[in-house]
């Protein structure tokens, strides 16, 4: 029968390994818990690899140990352990307690000592110990019965090790790793060791004279006299360290078998646990959350739709419903020739799957259905179902919910709203991916490659998992007073980004070809002046040619090196800007690089070759300020500074001649907001009386009437009202206007001195964000901070300046949402031939039509002008092109 064996694991050095390992994580409350939640997961990895009988964890504690006693040096200069790791020492041992593992600490014994000890322990009782560790020292344990994981490669890798295995790797038996290390010593415990003994010295000489005091009582046989004369020198050293060096194996402890015992976990505690630390996944590893939620999936039938008729049948069901949950499946090629392969639905717990293959005429039959406001549908991410109907000419009415924008609304800051996480942390479902059906990278397919039986299996996770949520995202949108904001803002708006990518914006590609032909020549005389300089010809976008050209021809000072070679990034090149002529060139030609790569090549790449325009993606759930993003390509990024990106903006045009672009802008909407938020007087009077908001700071903060405000000072303050909005410092104020800390500090001082309800808005929404661990838009947008509560200072002041602006920013987001609502839903309501196409931080774009442009000025001007009521007027600038550089 085989031997049981005891899991020892090294519990500093475990989390000290998961910290460093894992990103960090916090919870709402500014609670860290990277350590935690790899430590844990590194727990579940042993459990299912080891299957253990028995399980200890054992800790240092911070009293003197007998090492420092016979050294006062050992650990000397050891970095003090971080903040953000302590505070998660005594919740871990909290999270052990509750899983009822064994652990064990005692004054003046290292960790290392209780685990040597027990090891022998077990040993003698024919246990098997496996002790888990990141210390290289534990391998000195390493027995015919006892391995020695040493965790690799962060923590997904153990590195195993047993008797054999340390001969191997190392050349020398496990009992003589420790004279080893007492040849070689340890930097990080600050065992000396004898000075210029490393490990290819130290293996050598291990293995010709066994141990440290066979080498010492044979020391004339070392036949380096150099060597020998260190040995002789250090010899007392190296006996010092082999001590340092051994753990020790006979810590005066009682134990027995029964209290290492593996035994069943306080559930009810660790959940308690795991939910105050947001463990969301590890609470479903435990099978209790929302088990009264979970669809047995075996136990319902799909049925098949192939033809018309049954179709015109199902109809009648969803009529009779008023409620659909629905899942579109297409070849997603592109939003104007997408072809839709099967249509999953869910209807009142019967499920179908209506297989299209592109059949335009099957398609059609469902139009009323999609287009019907009676009828509530419910999905996930309903921007793509949108698009894929539109290319059939229907028009998706009735968008009752999706879960996605409600989870958005919920957790702002999450890295994925993927079905098949939101199934598995609130359902403890383990479904689908998507890309379990797809694949990734080169090897992905699209739906219309995979098997019908595998699209009913996927369609019918996502349609369940969407209607089993439902209640409750519900509940929680209720619970945190958004849903005003999901209802009235963010679920409209999915159709109205839908619109935009639909329609795209046209492009001139003649235009951007000939800009790339310019870009072209500047590049090659950029790269001739290069060389000419150089003196030769080398590869420009090589580090390393670049790099010794630089520094080995020219004779630059270099100012940074890495493993490779010497460092070309732009903050050196900066810093070399005056040495030499040719620095100024190659940092103009990089820019031009990437401005040829980015704008002009990575346009071209994105013309759709149907409709000759960009149809750019806009996501609704990817930043934690409620801004809307733009991808593939990112159309907010043109560099509008740079003459080139002005350049760019040329080749962006109506779809033909009958066109023309309207570019309406808010002017200073995030001024207004603060104004509106903060109630200072001040600040309100400027904006009712109509004055130039700079100005007027420029006239309060320097004390001078308006018409004497110069226009340095308007510049200054200007500088000041929008580094205010983003909790700017004295030093970033100082950096901006190149003037002195002391004089940026007295600006900020004489700002909140004459706006005196800004300074209470920005301290009252810190105090209020730390209480609560968020902040608030108007609409009650809610943005976590926990940097807020954090110990280190920078992190902490991130959090403050992150308070002072979310709220600012974040309702300014909202209101350009809303107005993007107003204005869409009115010119589609008069079925106008102009379209909203584009979005840009506080800007609309719309492509109008000639006949119809007083009317939509007049529309865009009242819907964003009027999209909510602030305690100060929104106001709204409008230009009108034949380009979109034109319309700036």
Not at 20 to 45: E, M
Not at 197 to 203: F, H
Not at 410 to 434: H, V
Not at 441 to 450: A, D, L, N, Q
Request: glycine content about 4%; charged content about 30%; overall charge neutral.
């Amino acid at each position: 029968m085989e031997d049981k064996k005891i899991i020892i694991i090294d519990g500093n050095s475990l989390i000290n390994r998961t910290f460093y390992a894992l990103p960090q994580l916090t919870t709402k409350d500014g609670i860290h818990t990277n350590a935690i939640y790899g430590f844990v997961n590194v727990l579940y990895k042993i459990f299912e690899d080891y299957k253990p009988d028995y399980i200890t964890v054992a800790f240092d504690k911070k009293a003197p140990t007998f090492r420092h006693k016979a050294f006062d040096e050992y650990k000397a200069g050891r970095k003090k352990m971080p903040p953000e790791l302590a505070e998660q020492l005594p919740i871990l041992k909290e999270v052990l307690d509750a899983y009822r593992i064994h652990r064990v600490e005692i004054d003046g014994f290292e960790a290392d000592d209780l685990i040597g000890t027990i090891v022998k322990f077990c040993e003698k009782q024919n246990i098997r110990p496996i002790v888990i560790t990141g210390d290289k020292d534990a391998l000195q344990l390493a027995s015919d019965k006892t391995k020695v994981l040493i965790t690799k490669k962060g923590i997904s890798e153990l590195e195993e090790y047993d008797e054999k295995g340390v001969f191997e790797k190392y050349g020398v038996t496990p009992k003589q790793f420790i004279d080893l290390k007492g040849l070689m010593g340890d930097k990080s415990d600050n065992i000396p060791g004898v000075p210029g003994i490393g490990e290819k010295t130290g293996t050598k000489l291990i293995k010709e004279f066994n141990s440290i005091e066979n080498l010492l009582s044979n020391i004339d046989k070392v036949s380096s006299i150099k060597l020998r004369n260190k040995l002789e020198e250090y010899a007392q050293q190296a006996v010092l360290s082999k001590k340092l060096a051994t753990i020790m194996v006979d810590v005066p402890v009682e134990m027995s078998l029964e209290e290492f015992e593996m035994k069943e976990p306080d559930t009810d505690k660790l959940l308690e646990i795991f939910n105050r630390l947001e463990f969301r996944k590890l609470m479903n590893k435990l099978q209790i959350n929302n088990k009264d939620l979970i669809k047995q999936k075996n136990n319902i039938k799909t049925n098949v739709i192939h033809s018309i008729e049954e179709i015109k049948q199902l109809k009648q069901m969803i009529k009779n419903n008023k409620e659909i949950y629905f899942k579109i499946f297409s070849d997603g090629k592109d939003v104007r020739n997408d072809m839709i392969i099967g249509i999953h639905m869910l209807i009142d717990d019967e499920s179908y799957f209506i297989h299209i293959q592109n059949c335009k005429e099957m398609v059609d039959v469902l139009k009323d259905i999609f287009e019907d406001m009676n009828i509530k549908k419910y999905g996930h991410q309903l921007k793509k179902d949108i698009l894929a109907l539109k290319r059939y000419n229907i028009f998706l009415k009735g968008i009752s919910f999706d879960s996605a924008i409600a989870l958005y609304l919920i957790e702002p800051t999450r890295k994925s709203y993927d079905i098949y996480d939101i199934a598995y942390e609130y359902l403890n479902e383990n479904i689908l991916r998507e890309d379990d059906i797809l694949g990734k990278g080169k090897k992905r397919i699209s739906f219309y490659e995979v098997p019908i039986e595998k699209l009913i299996e996927y369609g019918f996770c996502v349609c369940s998992s969407v209607k089993n949520i439902k209640e409750i995202f519900e509940q929680k949108l209720k619970e945190y007073d958004l849903e005003k904001l999901y209802y009235e803002v963010e679920l409209p708006l999915v159709e109205v980004l839908a619109d935009m990518e639909f329609q795209g914006f046209m492009i001139d590609k003649e235009k951007l070809k000939k800009l790339g032909e310019v870009l072209d020549e500047k590049i090659n005389n950029l790269t001739s002046q290069i060389f000419s300089e150089a003196k030769e010809e080398f590869n420009i976008n090589s580090t390393k040619q670049l790099g010794e050209i630089l520094f080995d021809k020219l004779g630059l000072p270099p100012i940074k090196k890495t493993k490779t070679g010497y460092s070309t990034n732009i903050e050196v090149l900066q810093k070399l800007y005056d040495k030499h002529n040719i620095i100024p060139k190659i940092i103009e030609y990089r820019q031009m690089v990437k401005l040829k790569s980015t704008y002009i090549d990575g346009l071209i790449a994105v013309i759709n070759h149907t409709t000759n325009k960009i149809h750019s993606s806009f996501n609704q759930t990817v930043t934690s300020t409620g801004r809307i993003s733009s991808t593939e390509p990112n159309l907010q990024n043109i560099p509008i500074k740079l003459d080139i990106g002005r350049e760019i903006r040329k080749v962006f045009v109506p779809t033909n001649e009958e066109y023309l672009l309207l570019d309406a802008d808010y002017s200073q909407i995030e001024l207004r907001v603060l104004a509106h938020i903060s109630c200072d007087p001040n600040l309100m009077e400027a904006f009712h009386e109509g004055l130039d908001i700079h100005t007027a700071t420029a006239s309060k903060v320097f004390d001078v009437s308006i018409d004497e405000v110069t226009s340095i000072q308007r510049s200054r303050a200007k500088a000041v009202n929008f580094g205010i909005i983003y909790g700017i410092s004295d030093y970033g104020l100082s950096e901006n206007l190149h003037i002195t800390k002391k004089e940026a500090q007295k600006y900020i001082d004489e700002y909140f001195d004459k706006y005196k309800g800004v300074k209470k808005y920005m301290d009252n929404v810190i105090i209020e964000g730390k209480e609560k661990g968020y902040v608030k838009t108007i609409l009650n947008r809610r943005r976590y901070i926990p940097e807020l509560k954090s110990k280190n200072y920078n992190l902490r002041s991130f959090g403050e300046r992150t308070a002072m602006n979310t709220p600012i920013q974040g309702s300014a987001a909202d209101i350009i949402k809303i107005a993007m609502v107003k204005v869409y839903q009115e010119l589609t309501s008069r079925n106008l031939k102009s379209k909203l196409i584009l979005q840009v931080h506080d800007e609309l774009i719309v492509e109008v039509h000639k006949d119809e442009l007083e009317e939509v000025k007049d529309i865009v001007k009242t819907e964003m002008e009027n999209a909510l009521k602030l305690d100060v007027p929104l106001k709204v600038d409008m230009k009108i092109g034949k380009d979109w550089y034109e319309t700036k």
